[in-house]
């Protein structure tokens, strides 16, 4: 699945060679999981709210063998995040 990112860094091999780079050092594994990872991934996807980086990482998970249910959490946690973050926004309408 191609996205606006594939198209922009497309543009730019130079950029795109040291994105790959980076991507692959953080994906690697370490004190994290490759499946730890995964499910990261999914969840910031869904807290930044871009569609096509959710899509793609949660295709990535589920050929890893993450399970729908197991995503699903991931963006729960996602979503509860957002929901404080805006109420953190919110509370600037108050003139302490």
Sequence with gaps: MKTGADRFLGELPEVAESFKNFREAVRSE???????????????SVAVRCDACTRR???EALEAGITEGELAEAAAVA??????SAM???SAIFRD
Aim: some cysteine; proline content about 0%; hydrophobic content about 45%.
């Design 30 to 44: 370490g004190k994290l999981t490759e499946r730890e990872k995964l499910l990261i991934s999914v969840a910031c």
């Design 57 to 59: 990482h949660a295709e």
């Design 79 to 84: 979503a509860l995040i957002r929901a404080g």
């Design 88 to 90: 953190n926004t919110a």
